[in-house]
């Protein structure tokens, strides 16, 4: 008998439902909010209207694609947190609704958790014990996942997560939002080495991106004093700076934790995971230390039901599932 589960993820700006039935993910619908933009960054209630707009088309498209009914699911999936709270309980109370009418199981997925399972959607998948790293706008984890459900973090960021330190560095230039697509295209013409940029001690496997923040804020105002045009006539320098910089940092720390647990199975995860300069340079790193490289699919970094599919998939097998008293967790540690 096939196992039918809809999964929904709502944490953020992204609506999005999958369907996986016995462990392969059907499809991944993801409606984009687009109204953001304007403002430079998310704004929490706009995201939770258009989410209560685009939640019931999206599922019922989800449905279609999978060429099954309501009535053939066996259990509902949703993100329970980290997130935004009024995104989040759009997709939490749409969840526990349709789990209700149908009188199936209803299963709590982690945000990173299901990141880092997003590896397990396509081949090739990672051998267990492995490592991954998720960067994102609002994380930047180094997590060590021991099986599908059991995983620990070894290291993540005291203040600001990677993604936001992409996405200031490019309000800092003038550059749309969301910036750091923008900071990765325009790199890629540009001098990694024409800027230097202070290194940040933190301890451990643990990182720190407010400091680097401060220093490019400071490189460009003390620049511009001298030169008033000095961003525009060094905007791919600038790009290829910053970003050679955050990579670097992101790197470092995972190298390092590569080495203190002996795992060379390792992948990256998140927004941020979408970056060209991070793949390439993961790669360079990987063939150096030996390691098994995994990058998952561009529709599998950014927020998407389908990594939540998958970690339901696996809950499910186990009997994990919630009571309909839940509620989400905008703040959820791992």
């Known amino acids: 008998m096939n196992i039918n589960i809809l999964a929904i993820e709502s944490s953020c700006d992204e609506t999005s439902a999958a369907v996986v039935i016995n462990g392969k993910v059907v499809n991944n619908i993801i409606a984009t909010q687009q109204i953001h933009?304007?403002?430079?960054?998310?704004?929490?209630?706009?995201?939770?209207?258009?989410?209560?707009?685009?939640i019931v088309p999206v599922v019922q498209q989800a449905l279609f694609d999978a060429n099954i009914s309501k009535r053939a699911l066996h259990a509902v999936a949703f993100t329970k947190g980290p997130g935004l709270l009024g995104s989040l309980l759009v997709g939490a109370s749409f969840a526990k609704s349709l789990a209700q009418a149908l009188e199936i199981p209803l299963i709590e997925v982690h945000h990173m958790q299901a990141h880092v399972l997003s590896h397990f959607i396509e081949d090739p998948k990672p051998n267990l014990p492995y490592l991954c790293l998720t960067a994102s706008g609002g994380h930047t984890q180094i997590i060590q996942a021991n099986n599908y459900l059991d995983m620990q973090i070894l290291g993540e960021t005291k203040d600001?997560?990677?993604?936001?330190?992409?996405?200031?560095?490019?309000k800092l230039l003038g550059l749309p939002y969301p910036g750091g697509?923008?900071?990765?295209?325009?790199?890629?013409e540009g001098n990694p080495q024409a800027f230097k940029l202070p290194?940040?001690?933190?301890?451990?496997?643990?990182?720190?991106?407010?400091?680097?923040k401060t220093a490019f804020l400071?490189?460009?105002?003390?620049?511009?004093?001298?030169?008033?045009?000095?961003?525009?006539?060094?905007?791919?320098?600038?790009?290829?700076?910053?970003?050679?910089?955050?990579?670097?940092?992101?790197?470092?720390?995972?190298?390092?934790?590569?080495?203190?647990?002996?795992?060379k199975e390792i992948g990256i995860a998140g927004g941020v995971s979408a970056n060209s300069?991070?793949?390439?340079?993961?790669?360079?790193?990987?063939?150096?230390?030996?390691?098994?490289?995994?990058?998952?699919?561009?529709?599998y970094c950014t927020d998407n039901a389908a990594m939540v599919a998958i970690a339901a998939h696996f809950k499910y097998k186990e009997g994990r599932f919630s009571s309909l008293d839940i509620s989400p967790t905008p703040r959820y540690r791992l």
């Not at 290194?199 to 680097?212: A, H, K, M, R």
Request: with cysteine; net charge neutral; hydrophobic share 40%.
């Open 218 to 263: 400071y490189l460009l105002r003390d620049k511009q004093r001298e030169t008033p045009d000095f961003i525009k006539n060094n905007l791919a320098d600038l790009c290829a700076s910053i970003q050679d910089k955050l990579i670097r940092m992101l790197l470092d720390k995972l190298e390092a934790a590569s080495l203190q647990t002996g795992i």
């Open 277 to 299: 300069k991070l793949r390439e340079e993961l790669k360079t790193m990987g063939a150096k230390n030996g390691w098994k490289i995994y990058t998952p699919s561009l529709q």
């Open 160 to 170: 600001d997560a990677v993604g936001e330190a992409f996405d200031k560095a490019a």
């Open 181 to 188: 697509p923008m900071v990765d295209k325009i790199a890629r």
């Open 199 to 212: 290194d940040t001690e933190v301890p451990g496997l643990d990182f720190s991106f407010s400091g680097i």
């Open 37 to 54: 933009e304007k403002y430079g960054g998310v704004v929490p209630e706009l995201a939770s209207r258009a989410h209560q707009q685009n």
